[in-house]
Nanobody
Framework: QVQLVESGGGLVQAGGSLRLSCEAS????????MGWFRQAPGREREFVGA????????NYADSVNGRFTIARDNAKNTVYLQMNSLRSEDTAAYYC?????????????????WGQGTQVTVSS
């Protein structure tokens, strides 16, 4: 089991940037697909982006494509979500998740471990 801890959330004005981090414990981090999801009050959890074992393998939700970037540092057991050009509709709790396998996936059912989340609030 991989344990995940997110950080980097906060309050930012529309148009600003934030970088979220997700630190993982566990020896097999480098071979796991990692994902970011978010959930706003009253809404279902939605996919944001994911990165596979091979760092070039990423995919993003249409709503964030071109604004958000996922990267991973396997030496630090950490995955990042760089968020630029933030909008009020990006306000949510953001969660990172880890799979048992190497690929990226947009389906939350494919993820075995979840962090506690970090809140991002974008003011307009």
């Amino acid at each position: 089991q991989v344990q995940l801890v997110e950080s980097g959330g906060g309050l930012v004005q529309a148009g600003g940037s934030l970088r979220l981090s997700c630190e993982a414990s566990g020896r097999t981090f480098s071979t796991r697909g990692m994902g970011w999801f978010r959930q706003a009050p009253g809404r279902e959890r939605e996919f944001v982006g994911a990165i596979g074992w091979i760092a070039g393998g990423t995919n993003y939700a249409d709503s964030v494509n071109g604004r958000f970037t996922i990267a991973r540092d396997n030496a630090k057991n950490t995955v990042y979500l760089q968020m630029n050009s933030l909008r009020s509709e990006d306000t949510a709790a953001y969660y990172c998740a880890a799979r048992f396998t190497v690929g990226a996936s947009s389906d939350p059912k494919n993820y075995a471990s979840w962090g506690q989340g970090t809140q991002v609030t974008v003011s307009s």
